[in-house]
């Protein structure tokens, strides 16, 4: 059974960066397409990036993408997200995801990925 353990996150300053990654065991990496998502306290989790398994595909939440990158080396089993330029609003508990079967419809929802990590926490502080 494929696990996800996420890392990287921290307290940084409003306009720094961060670089988070996600690391999966238990199964090949690449034979899944994988997610970032994130949540605040009381809000809904919402989407972030999305990467295809072979790295062909990428989509983004539009009001991130030009601050955000997501990419993946399926030789070591990772995902990362970069995000630059950080903001309080960016304040919230990172989450990976994975699935072998996103679509065009559900790959920026919740409902799409059967796995799931734990989440990194990123305080962004003005």
């Known amino acids: 059974q494929v696990r996800l353990v996420e890392s990287g996150g921290g307290l940084v300053q409003a306009g720094e960066s961060v670089r988070l990654s996600c690391e999966a065991s238990?199964?090949?990496?690449?034979?899944?397409?994988a997610a970032w998502f994130r949540q605040a306290p009381g809000k809904e989790r919402e989407f972030v990036a999305h990467i295809s398994w072979s790295g062909g595909s990428i989509n983004y939440e539009s009001s991130l993408e030009d601050r955000i990158a997501i990419s993946r080396d399926n030789a070591e089993n990772t995902v990362t997200l970069q995000m630059n330029s950080l903001k309080p609003e960016d304040t919230a508990l990172y989450y990976c995801a994975a699935d072998r079967l996103t679509t065009r419809s559900n790959y920026n929802q919740p409902s799409g990925y059967a796995l799931w990590g734990q989440g990194t926490q990123v305080t962004v502080s003005s």
């Open positions: 238990g199964d090949i990496l690449s034979n899944y397409n």
